[in-house]
Structures are given as C-alpha cells and as structure tokens.
C-alpha cells in the first residue's frame, strides 16, 4: 500500500489500470485514431497558451517541486529521452 504525506495528500491521487486481452500488435489502428483525435482536439484547444494557462500544469509543476525534483530538468530529460513526463491525467506514450 502506498501512503501519501500530508503535505500531498490534498494535491496527488495515484490511479493505476491495466487491461488484459487487450493486443496491439496485429491491428490497433481504431485505438491509435482515436488517441490522434484526442490529442489533436487537445492541441487545438490550446495552441497558442503559454503553459502556465493550460489547467492541470502549473499544479504539476508544483507537485514535482513538493517532492524534490526540479520541473524544468524533469521536462528536459523527457525531451531528449521522447518519454512523456506525467502531468496533470497521466501520460500516454503514442510510439
């Protein structure tokens, strides 16, 4: 079990899924539309805000502070690696 401190437990909620039988690897074009239409309608919305206007960032980046790391390296790596850091709903790894 996993027990947030005080000073995260107003700000965190730790989820997890997992799916069984579920088989990318011969046919996932369905999935694979709808994540591009998700996240081309998410970039639409927000094309052209600075960051900080985006809901959930600003709440991230506070978070990443509240346990030790530093928002600006944390994004960084995830830049040069191509993963995709975890903000305010996650992330999903679109490779």
Known sequence: ???LGSDLANRLR???AQF???D????GSA???????????LQE???GKGWLEIPGVAE?????????????TVERIARLTGAQPVGPTGSVDRR
Do not use: F
Request: charge should be neutral; include cysteine; proline fraction near 2%.
């Open 31 to 41: 999935l694979r539309r709808e994540l591009d239409g998700v996240c081309g309608s």
């Open 60 to 72: 991230t980046r506070a978070l990443y502070k509240a346990i030790g790391l530093d928002p600006e």
């Open 14 to 16: 730790l989820a997890a």
């Open 1 to 3: 079990m996993i027990t």
């Open 20 to 22: 069984e039988g579920v």
């Open 45 to 47: 919305r927000y094309q």
């Open 24 to 27: 990318l690897s011969r046919d």
